[in-house]
């Protein structure tokens, strides 16, 4: 922080903002967040992290998010709450679709597995690590490959190991979600105004505009009768 890059060069000015920020620690140190698991036996409480990412120029945009879902006996999903969430640059270019969404899934295995391994354990539930794109879920399962020749650069070789590593050693599993249901989505890039007012809706952010009401719920419909697209194919631009 800065404040500790000045201990060398300690003065009254660093004084006052060390007794401000002492102050707001002492002041907030009983808040927190707090979520109740639903005692019904037709729905269970599960942790999800959400990664995606926009392969739209050099260097991708990731996405990513820790929520708390309830998945119910029909594995309907319904959102609690955000936890944490992030969009960053990533830190190399991306040749693929499949190796940006890598690199994303990665990013958000680094950023946010913490803090939801620590919430799942308080509440007895598993990790799950939701992504659209289907070759990121099979490299999951199979670890790096020769076959897969995207793969050879050493820094991808490594993020697939790592995202393969933790899935063999039980600490997540990872699945593949529709681009519709993609609660990470608006992280990863700028939305048109109906997308927009959907992926608001979808992780409950406000309410709905209510001039874009009747074409959200027609595009929503329009977008869940389509099947879930993977991201593999999808040129450069």
Aim: proline content about 3%; hydrophobic content about 40%.
């Amino acid at each position: 922080s800065r404040l500790g890059s000045r201990v060398g060069r300690w003065d009254l000015e660093c004084q006052k903002e060390a007794a401000r920020v002492a102050g707001y620690l002492r002041r907030t140190a009983r808040l927190c967040l707090s979520f109740r698991a639903p005692l019904s036996a037709s729905v269970a409480c599960e942790v999800s992290l959400y990664s995606d990412a926009s392969w739209r120029s050099g260097r991708s945009q990731t996405g990513a998010l820790v929520a708390v879902e309830t998945v119910s006996a029909q594995g309907e999903r319904t959102l609690l709450g955000l936890i944490d969430w992030a969009s960053k640059k990533q830190s190399i270019v991306a040749d693929s679709s499949a190796a940006s969404e890598l690199i994303a899934a990665h990013a958000c295995l680094r950023m946010h597995c913490p803090i939801a391994l620590s919430l799942a354990a308080e509440l007895g539930v598993s990790v799950t690590l939701w992504t659209d794109n289907s070759t990121v879920v099979r490299v999951s399962k199979s670890g790096a490959s020769q076959k897969l020749s995207w793969l050879a650069p050493k820094p991808l070789m490594i993020r697939a190991g790592c995202l393969h590593d933790a899935v063999q050693l039980g600490m997540l599993s990872v699945g593949q979600v529709g681009t519709a249901r993609q609660l990470a989505d608006g992280f990863t890039k700028a939305l048109q105004a109906v997308k927009l007012e959907c992926w608001r809706a979808l992780i409950e952010l406000g309410k709905q505009d209510s001039e874009l009401g009747e074409a959200v719920q027609s595009a929503a419909v329009a977008i869940q009768s389509q099947p879930s697209s993977t991201n593999q194919s999808r040129p450069s631009t």
